[in-house]
């Protein structure tokens, strides 16, 4: 049987980067067996980059990584899918939301197509779909075992026991690069896949590369011992209906921002109209203030104008800015985005700058509040405005490449709504 150091030898003579990590020192019984244990790391090409899978010295993993062929594959950026030129496919997988084995999906998608003799048989765990060109085979079913390897192992040892998820598979192409294998996966299979969904009401989509979950939207733990108290304070059921929702919009971060936002929205008018009488007291209280003169009074109609929704004062813009001023300090904005690095870093990338030219930076002069209420509301004007562009911006779209760089923008938005949220509550009521 091939050991680990010879897979290592085996990848490295093909040009791939590997490194090997003496695991001999880890204290997890439970997951060594022997005191000897190593994990290789083997860095795969995606476009430009590079994305590590590890592979953990077990008999049965290394048995099974031995026999595939998965040095010959490549990642395809944005997707969870691969590519191979010298084994000429594409692969990527696919999911339809529903809480239901994949072999169960595919023999639904099957009988909807009428391929009776799939679904009698328990063998089959492909099948073929029309194709445009006698060389290109086309078929949805379970992945292969380089799918299902490469996918499993980005993590620190080596594939789960999941079971196989279904896989769109395009074969013939004759692919050479990673931005062709990119075009022809989503020309082929958006067009397929929507066919699909028409016919067999299944809306079976090309799943886009997962981040890392528990990296995402994820708070550290606190450093004090906090216990958990009897309930005094009551919250109002409609925010708080849209922050569970935003909660569980696991992989839809588009619907998770506009979850976060719309929470903020129900407190529009509270705090904006606080902010107008605000603005009109001190307006009268100007010993300049005349009653008789009209710019006077024109000045005190403007403060009172009415938002387009007739409940808030000011735009929508200007009420998100009256709704942090009242709800959170700045000090408390530039502690969440300092306290973690890699947030801190974010803003200061260009990826930051890619999603809105509106930019958070804790050196600038300018209120930490205000430059934060005017990035939630210009992403949330590329995700909700539906013409072709808005002031020269792109729409922001489901599974595209800057809905993926969103993470710590929504990070920050429900930093927000929390803290909205909690200032909208009032004493606990029983009575």
């Known amino acids: ?27 997890e019984p439970t997951l060594f067996e022997r005191p000897d244990r190593k994990l290789l790391k083997v860095f795969i090409p995606m476009a430009r980059e590079e994305k590590a ?23 395809i950026k944005g997707y969870e899918a691969i590519w191979s030129e010298k084994m000429n496919f594409i692969e990527c997988a696919l999911d339809a939301g529903l809480r239901m084995p994949s072999r169960m999906i595919i023999r639904r998608i099957a009988k909807s197509l009428g391929m009776s003799g799939f679904v009698e048989s328990d063998e089959l765990v492909r099948f073929e779909i029309p194709s445009p060109r006698e060389n290109i ?66 809306p079976l989509y090309l799943v886009m590369e997962r981040q890392n979950d528990g990296a995402i939207l994820k708070r550290p733990a606190s450093k004090s011992e906090v216990g958990l108290t009897s309930p005094n304070f009551e919250y109002d059921p409609e925010p708080m209906a849209l922050y569970w929702y935003g909660r569980r919009a696991n992989g839809m971060p588009l619907l998770r921002f506009l979850a976060y936002y719309q929470a903020l929205e129900f407190y529009f008018p509270v705090y904006s109209e606080r902010e107008a009488q605000n603005q009109i007291r001190n307006a009268i209280k100007d010993p300049r203030f005349n009653v ?38 700045a000090n408390e904005l530039t502690q969440f985005i300092t306290n973690e690095p890699s947030r801190a870093e974010f803003f200061k990338s260009k990826t930051a700058k890619q999603l809105s030219q509106k930019i958070i930076s804790v050196t600038s002069s300018e209120d930490l509040r205000d430059q934060v209420a005017d990035r939630i509301y210009d992403i949330r004007c590329r995700v909700v405005h539906t013409k072709a562009s808005f ?19 929504l990070e920050l938005l429900e930093f927000v709504t929390r803290k909205v949220i909690i200032a909208g509550s009032r004493p606990l009521q029983l009575d």
């Open 137 to 202: 085979r086309i078929s949805i079913g379970q992945a292969s075992v380089e799918q299902t390897l490469l996918w499993s192992m980005p993590g620190r040892y080596g594939i789960d026991s999941s079971p196989r998820s279904i896989t769109l598979r395009i074969e013939g192409l004759n692919i050479t690069t990673h931005d062709r294998a990119l075009n022809m996966l989503c020309k082929i299979g958006h067009s397929i896949l929507f066919q699909l969904d028409l016919i067999t009401n299944l």
């Open 391 to 409: 002031e020269s911006q792109s729409l922001l779209l489901p599974f595209s490449p800057e809905e993926r760089n969103l993470h710590h923008d």
């Open 53 to 75: 899978i590890s592979i953990l010295d077990r008999d049965n993993l290394i048995l099974v990584v031995a026999n595939s062929q998965i040095e010959y594959c490549r990642f």
């Open 292 to 329: 008789n003169r009209d710019a006077d009074i024109a000045n005190i109609l403007s403060l009172i104008k009415l938002s387009g929704s007739g409940r808030a004062f000011g735009d929508e813009n200007t009420q998100l800015h009256a709704e942090l001023h009242t709800c959170l300090t």
């Open 1 to 27: 049987m091939i050991s680990i150091d010879e897979l290592k030898q085996r990848y490295s003579d093909l040009g791939l980067k590997t490194e090997m990590e003496d695991l001999s020192s880890e204290s």
